[in-house]
């Protein structure tokens, strides 16, 4: 595990990532808080470009939780059978639909214990959607971002809650809104797992990687 990076040079890295990128973007397609959960939630063990393709359509007839309900879990599951695990995630989908209708008015609640409470819905979810909807400095932590947080000492922990309290407690406060954007941004295209594009990394003269690609 690398050694936490100092302050300066962490705020050096975020300046260039910030230079490059000033409003990095989530890549999960959505209408409304609703669509937002149910697509982080679909998101697990697949990608963002699987999961946009099968929620356009998904989404065309069922943005909100009484519309969910009132399509049921097979409707559901025709929308979604090209994503990994798709029965168990259209099983959720109906059950935090319910939960939203009757515990909270159809309304996604703005509070991470509350959404962590949604069936399908962990930590990195609640953090994602607190993040890009209420924009709350909340930092979801995937593989990519525990990688790169490792890797480069911008944020090392053992586990993807200790890469958390790492960011929270080393990223200046004025990059912290986009700070996990901007890692799993640099994590999926860059800093990718079996052969780091290190020639063209932005920070490489930052990380303390040692095991750099030409």
């Known amino acids: 595990m690398a050694k936490q990076l100092d302050y300066h040079t962490i705020r050096e890295i975020f300046a260039r990532f910030h230079a490059a990128e000033p409003e990095p973007k989530g890549e999960l397609e959505h ?39 009132a399509l049921g879990e097979e409707g559901v599951i025709e929308h979604i059978k090209t994503i990994g695990l798709y029965r168990n995630k259209a099983k959720n989908v109906i059950k935090l639909s319910r939960i939203l209708v009757e515990e909270h008015g159809g309304t996604v609640p703005c509070s991470r214990a509350a959404l962590q409470a949604l069936p399908g819905v962990g930590r990195k979810t609640a953090n994602v959607v607190l993040n890009m909807w209420w ?5 979801a932590v995937d593989t990519h971002i525990f990688r790169v947080g490792n890797r480069t000492g911008i944020a090392p922990g053992r586990d993807v809650v200790a890469v958390e309290r790492a960011i929270e407690d080393n990223v200046p406060v004025d990059y912290m809104l986009h700070a996990h954007h901007w890692l799993i941004l640099h994590g999926r295209y860059t800093c990718v797992a079996r052969k780091p594009k290190c020639a063209a990394c932005l920070i490489r003269d930052l990380c303390t990687f040692e095991d750099k690609t030409e």
Do not use: H
């Open 31 to 69: 209408v409304n808080a609703f669509t937002l959960v149910v697509a982080v939630a679909l998101s697990a063990q697949a990608t963002d470009a699987g999961v946009n393709k099968a929620t356009r359509g998904l989404f065309a007839v069922a943005d909100t939780p009484e519309k969910m309900l």
């Open 135 to 139: 924009r709350y400095p909340a930092q």
